[in-house]
């Protein structure tokens, strides 16, 4: 009763003391318990009388082997402990890796244990043990670069749309190839491919970025410097060759590194999540159980063709620089910030970007009757009347084939080249299909083959040997054996059939052939 009445009188300076310390008034009870127990902990309140558990290093190999499962950890611990004492134990998952499991005396329980791997382990190392390295990189710290001027640092990158367009009458995936200017988070360059896009997509975006004039303006010119990732297309020798002769300081960033090049990166996000989300044909949706008996007419087409969707895609990146207030940018448009911007700006004439964004073949050609010969076809052009002979240099886009740009031994330009016997819309359509229905006779085929692959095995409930299932009967057996022989060609084969015709005269024909060779007519 009067230890009672000590904790009602002195509980408000008990409640005071905790804030002051800065703990809990539970705490500071469980001190003054302590004190009275044993004098001597009242000079050091709340110091441990034993040595607090720490993760050593080979708990931390025990950790990374079961993906981080602290709980799973503590169970093999206190197996190897019982098992060192000499008491009876259960198999347990990881068994063979008992000998390395460190023999802890005490264990601690299981409490203590997880609070030690919390407070002896990063939130990014727990992470990154049950999830792996991404999961990691979501804990670490990155600082931020300086914000210098426009067209000082660009970033650019590809993002495939998580939709399908209509391209050429076949449902694709398109890819948007662009960059951004860092310091005012300004779109430069914008170019849209149906499909995989290649360095032909990238060079399409570098010429839309640097020029200024028309509809690629106001934002552009040339960049002092440009990062991207370690794509086998950024780095072909044509797009370098490109950046060489802009002057433009090329750096590839190391491998799963997109923390890098988060400029670009975040409107990748933003595209994914303001555009894509919001256009039909977007395969991120969950599909409804019922589709709808009647469409309702005024809804656009889904999906989307590519001419539209390559519209939708222009007009949302000229949304961004215009009218979208990034928080970045203390409430200004990207544009607004740009034209702010007085640092000078590094221009190239239409004229002398045009060659630079086309390979060059490496060889000087001559015109023929037949127009120039290149990768074994013939180009025609109506500029090549009456320069038979005269020789010239072939620059052109990568993987445009149907047409090239032909220019003198100096580089000028003379004029376009399309391919002669090009075939006709018709017999692409026709070439398309049946390769198309090749494709799918030899993934049916396929099919079949993985389906004789497959075996099924009886379900087992104690360690009994694998049982095969599929029984077959000896006359099928004999069929298919049969049919497999009789594939063999080479097998059917009768060399000795037509005996081959007797050599020349003059040839010295070995013994061991002249009785297989056939017997001159007399």
């Known amino acids: 009763m009067r230890l009672r009445a000590q904790r009602r009188l002195s509980r408000g300076h008990v409640r005071l003391a905790g804030e002051c310390l800065g703990v809990s008034e539970r705490t500071v009870w469980r001190w003054l318990a302590q004190a009275d127990a044993e004098p001597r902990m009242a000079a050091c309140p709340g110091a441990r009388s034993v040595d607090r558990f720490e993760v050593m290093s080979q708990?931390?190999?025990?950790?990374?082997?079961?993906?981080?499962?602290?709980?799973?950890?503590?169970?093999?611990?206190?197996?190897?402990?019982?098992?060192?004492?000499?008491?009876?134990?259960?198999?347990?998952?990881?068994?063979?890796?008992?000998?390395?499991?460190?023999?802890?005396?005490?264990?601690p329980s299981l409490s203590t244990f997880l609070r030690a791997v919390r407070r002896d382990l990063t939130a990014g190392e727990r992470a990154g043990l049950a999830r792996g390295p991404e999961a990691a990189r979501a804990h670490d710290v990155f600082g931020r670069r300086p914000r210098l001027w426009r067209n000082h640092t660009w970033e650019a990158d590809h993002v495939q749309a998580p939709l399908v367009v209509y391209a050429d009458g076949e449902l694709v995936r398109p890819w948007v190839t662009w960059s951004i200017d860092v310091a005012t988070k300004a779109i430069t360059g914008t170019a849209v491919t149906p499909g995989h896009p290649s360095r032909a997509s990238i060079l399409a975006a570098l010429r839309a970025a640097v020029l200024r004039t028309g509809s690629y303006g106001p934002a552009g010119g040339i960049p002092e410097h440009v990062r991207v990732d370690r794509g086998r297309?950024?780095?072909?020798?044509?797009?370098?060759?490109?950046?060489?002769?802009?002057?433009?300081?090329?750096?590839?960033?190391?491998?799963?590194?997109?923390?890098?090049?988060?400029?670009?990166?975040?409107?990748?996000?933003?595209a994914d999540r303001m555009l894509f989300a919001v256009l039909p044909g977007y395969t991120l949706t969950p599909k409804p159980r019922r589709a709808k008996k009647k469409p309702d007419?005024?809804?656009?087409?889904?999906?989307?063709?590519?001419?539209?969707?390559?519209?939708?895609?222009?007009?949302?990146?000229?949304?961004?620089?215009?009218?979208?207030?990034?928080?970045?940018?203390?409430?200004?448009?990207?544009?607004?910030?740009?034209?702010?911007?007085?640092?000078?700006?590094?221009?190239?004439?239409?004229?002398?970007?045009?060659?630079?964004?086309?390979?060059?073949?490496?060889?000087?050609?001559?015109?023929?009757?037949?127009?120039?010969?290149?990768?074994?076809?013939?180009?025609?052009?109506?500029?090549?009347?009456?320069?038979?002979g005269r020789h010239v240099r072939i620059r052109h886009m990568p993987h445009h084939d149907h047409e090239i740009e032909v220019c003198n031994p100096a580089g000028r330009h003379l004029g376009t080249a399309h391919l002669a016997d090009a075939a006709t819309p018709e017999q692409l359509d026709e070439l398309r299909r049946t390769r198309t229905v090749r494709a799918r006779c030899l993934r049916e085929d396929a099919k079949k083959a993985e389906a004789l692959r497959?075996?099924?095995?009886?379900?087992?409930?104690?360690?009994?040997?694998?049982?095969?299932?599929?029984?077959?009967?000896?006359?099928?057996?004999?069929?298919?054996?049969?049919?497999?022989?009789?594939?063999?060609?080479?097998?059917?084969?009768?060399?000795?059939?037509?005996?081959?015709?007797?050599?020349?005269?003059?040839?010295?024909?070995?013994?061991?052939?002249?009785?297989?060779?056939?017997?001159?007519?007399?």
């Open 233 to 270: 297309d950024f780095l072909s020798k044509t797009v370098l060759a490109a950046f060489t002769d802009l002057e433009t300081k090329f750096e590839d960033l190391p491998a799963y590194s997109p923390h890098l090049k988060g400029t670009v990166e975040n409107l990748n996000r933003c």
């Open 59 to 107: 708990v931390r190999v025990l950790l990374a082997y079961w993906r981080g499962n602290a709980s799973a950890v503590h169970r093999q611990l206190v197996v190897r402990a019982r098992a060192a004492a000499g008491e009876p134990v259960t198999a347990v998952p990881g068994g063979a890796l008992m000998e390395a499991v460190p023999l802890l005396d005490p264990v």
């Open 454 to 522: 497959r075996q099924r095995f009886a379900p087992a409930t104690s360690p009994t040997p694998a049982q095969r299932l599929g029984a077959i009967t000896a006359t099928e057996a004999d069929q298919e054996l049969a049919a497999a022989s009789d594939s063999d060609m080479a097998a059917l084969a009768l060399p000795d059939l037509i005996p081959p015709a007797p050599p020349p005269d003059d040839w010295n024909t070995p013994a061991s052939l002249r009785p297989v060779t056939r017997k001159e007519k007399r």
């Open 297 to 388: 007419p005024d809804e656009p087409p889904v999906p989307l063709t590519f001419a539209e969707f390559t519209a939708e895609v222009l007009d949302w990146a000229r949304w961004w620089n215009t009218e979208h207030r990034p928080a970045g940018l203390a409430g200004r448009t990207p544009l607004d910030v740009w034209q702010a911007d007085p640092t000078p700006l590094s221009d190239i004439p239409e004229a002398a970007l045009w060659g630079l964004m086309l390979e060059d073949d490496g060889r000087v050609r001559k015109l023929s009757s037949h127009g120039v010969r290149w990768r074994g076809r013939d180009y025609l052009g109506a500029w090549m009347a009456g320069q038979a």
